[in-house]
């Protein structure tokens, strides 16, 4: 997968990532925009040069994360994208009135080959 | 108004109407009902000595899915289950009209500790 960017702006691509948490650079939160936008961010990151990138949705928004990694893995990356991990656990939100909610969260590591 | 798509090494629509196979007995498919539906069809499951359970979902029904895994897992069997693998792919499923269609679907292999 070359990538055709200019090689001069790298420098400045490098430092606007760094600001990020370390370790947290290529996380597209899945909501419930349409999946394409996703799909889109995902790619944006990938061809910027990021090895890998994590999609993490909670709730209903799960399915559409899903939906996401195979769009790029079967379509816009065939064969040059794979499924590292999968990992799911359950987050604490606040609900109305203070009361304590679970909800179910998904994070899927898609790597380049 | 059969749709004949090409016969090559295309598994996927197989694998997605094939008849359960040997092996299979301890699928729960994940649908619309309440998630503790299939709680207490897993739990009946594991109680009876399995010493695995594999829920399958699709489309919508994948955070149904990954509920069900985490109450288990959290709640109900806490401390004696564990995620063994997660797979997630893409099924062709037959639209209206003939026409296919890609939907995502998820596998959750829950495996006694």
Excluded: H
């Amino acid at each position: 997968m070359a990538n055709k960017s200019s090689t001069e702006s790298e420098g400045t691509k490098a430092e606007a990532q760094k600001a990020k948490a370390p370790g947290e650079e290529n996380v597209i939160y899945v909501g419930s925009k349409p999946p394409m936008s996703y799909v889109m961010a995902c790619l944006v990151q990938l061809n910027g040069g990021a090895p890998s990138v994590t999609l993490k949705a909670r709730g209903r928004a799960i399915s559409g994360a899903v939906d996401v990694a195979e769009m790029l893995r079967n379509r816009f990356m065939k064969d040059a994208l794979k499924v590292k991990s999968i990992n799911i656990s359950t987050e604490q939100l606040e609900a109305e009135g203070g009361r304590m909610k679970n909800v179910s969260a998904i994070e899927i590591v898609l790597e380049k080959k």
